[in-house]
């Protein structure tokens, strides 16, 4: 945070409310051989694009992959779970809204009023949680959700099979006789779509927080996949490659399953802890 020039003892009680989860709700990584502590990659800004360029251009020398894919040799990055970055530039972060509004909405028992520590599927609480600014019924907002949920989950089905199927050409090229050197760039691409993929992917909110943040990131792994495909066709003579044909029926009807189904109705008060 310091290197983004916030500093987090001079925040407010509000700013707090969601610096405290996003200690750990966010994007790190721990260095090879290094000192064991979590370092996170912020000093461009907290967004899929702004943490890659900083994975990219090579910011922290002592750290370039998490691991490498067996099937193309790339070597990759592996997304923690970006909730704090996702929030932070959405509509609700933008009004003031934090993780805690949502998630640990007040109650009232035996006349003292707490902060339900339920960390759970806000909807569960909605009449303590989102009911508390919102006007909408239940289930209208449900309805919301949900359509945010299912859009999310069909475009991250789509680019994680674009991604997984530029994995698998590089493989191809590479029996083909491509070299090391000639697949380099395709190799870099299919590290940058899976980096799109995984930011919405290990997110916990399947688009929720910040939907339209997560189809940026989405489109960006899309357009990356294809180039890593292209890329690597180009790296064999000819361009001629035996590969599988996209499969098509995946994408159809992708919906989004979690654990809220409409008709189920909220309990009105936290379990007891
Ligand atoms: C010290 C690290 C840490 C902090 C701070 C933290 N969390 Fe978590 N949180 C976790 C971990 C780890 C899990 C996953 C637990 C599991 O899978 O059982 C989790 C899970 C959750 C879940 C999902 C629970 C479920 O039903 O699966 C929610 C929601 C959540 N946290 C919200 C918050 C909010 C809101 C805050 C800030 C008020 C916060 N967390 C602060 C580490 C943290
Ligand atoms: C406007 C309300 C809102 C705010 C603000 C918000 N969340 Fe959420 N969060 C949700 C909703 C709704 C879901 C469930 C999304 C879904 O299923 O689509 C969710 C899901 C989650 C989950 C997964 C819960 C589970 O059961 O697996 C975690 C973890 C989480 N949020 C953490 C955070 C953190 C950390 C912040 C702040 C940086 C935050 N949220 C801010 C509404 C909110
Ligand atoms: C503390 C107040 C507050 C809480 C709690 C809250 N919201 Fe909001 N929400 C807002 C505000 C303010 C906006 C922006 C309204 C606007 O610009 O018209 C908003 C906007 C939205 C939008 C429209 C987003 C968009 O891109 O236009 C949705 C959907 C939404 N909220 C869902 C939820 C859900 C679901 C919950 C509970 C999990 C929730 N909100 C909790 C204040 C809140």
Same mark, same amino acid.
């Given at each position: 945070?310091a290197e983004l020039g916030?500093d987090v003892?001079?925040a407010?009680?509000?700013?707090?409310r969601?610096?405290?989860?996003?200690?750990c709700?966010?994007?790190?990584?721990?260095?090879k051989k290094e000192d064991g502590?979590v370092?996170?990659?912020f000093?461009?800004g907290l967004?899929?694009?702004?943490?890659?360029?900083?994975y990219?251009?090579?910011h922290?020398p002592?750290?370039?992959?998490d691991?490498v894919?067996?099937?193309?040799g790339?070597?990759?990055?592996k997304?923690q779970?970006?909730d704090?970055e996702?929030?932070?530039?959405s509509?609700h972060?933008?009004?003031g809204v934090?993780?805690?509004?949502?998630?640990m909405p007040?109650?009232? *028992?035996?006349g !003292?009023?707490?902060?339900s520590?339920?960390m +759970?599927? =806000?909807?569960?609480?909605?009449d303590?949680?989102? &009911?508390k600014?919102?006007d909408?019924s239940?289930e209208t907002?449900?309805?919301r959700v949900?359509t945010i949920n299912d859009?999310?989950?069909?475009?991250?089905?789509?680019a994680?099979?674009?991604?997984a199927?530029?994995?698998k050409?590089?493989?191809?090229?590479?029996?083909?006789?491509?070299t090391d050197?000639q697949?380099?760039?395709?190799?870099?691409?299919?590290?940058?779509?899976?980096?799109?993929?995984?930011w919405v992917s290990?997110?916990?909110?399947?688009?929720?927080?910040?939907?339209?943040k997560?189809?940026?990131?989405?489109g960006?792994?899309?357009d990356?996949?294809?180039?890593?495909?292209?890329?690597?066709?180009a790296?064999v *003579?000819g361009? !001629?490659?035996?590969?599988e044909?996209?499969? +098509?029926? =995946?994408?159809?009807?992708t919906k989004?399953?979690? &654990?809220?189904?409409?008709g189920m109705t909220p309990?009105?008060?936290?379990?007891?802890?």
């Amino acid at each position: 945070m310091a290197e983004l020039g916030i500093d987090v003892n001079k925040a407010s009680h509000n700013e707090m409310r969601a610096y405290v989860c996003g200690q750990c709700h966010n994007e790190y990584y721990f260095k090879k051989k290094e000192d064991g502590r979590v370092h996170m990659p912020f000093a461009n800004g907290l967004g899929p694009e702004e943490e890659w360029k900083y994975y990219h251009d090579g910011h922290d020398p002592k750290f370039d992959a998490d691991w490498v894919h067996p099937d193309s040799g790339a070597a990759m990055l592996k997304v923690q779970h970006p909730d704090f970055e996702c929030w932070t530039d959405s509509v609700h972060a933008l009004n003031g809204v934090t993780c805690v509004d949502c998630h640990m909405p007040y109650m009232r *028992k035996d006349g !003292q009023k707490y902060t339900s520590h339920w960390m +759970t599927h =806000p909807l569960k609480h909605y009449d303590t949680g989102c &009911a508390k600014c919102h006007d909408e019924s239940y289930e209208t907002m449900l309805h919301r959700v949900q359509t945010i949920n299912d859009n999310t989950f069909k475009i991250l089905r789509i680019a994680g099979q674009t991604t997984a199927r530029a994995h698998k050409v590089i493989r191809a090229a590479h029996f083909a006789g491509a070299t090391d050197e000639q697949l380099a760039e395709a190799r870099q691409l299919v590290r940058e779509a899976q980096w799109y993929w995984d930011w919405v992917s290990a997110e916990s909110s399947m688009g929720f927080h910040n939907p339209d943040k997560m189809m940026k990131s989405l489109g960006l792994s899309i357009d990356a996949a294809h180039r890593a495909i292209e890329s690597a066709t180009a790296a064999v *003579k000819g361009g !001629q490659l035996a590969i599988e044909p996209m499969p +098509t029926e =995946p994408f159809t009807d992708t919906k989004f399953d979690d &654990a809220i189904k409409p008709g189920m109705t909220p309990p009105a008060q936290a379990p007891a802890q």
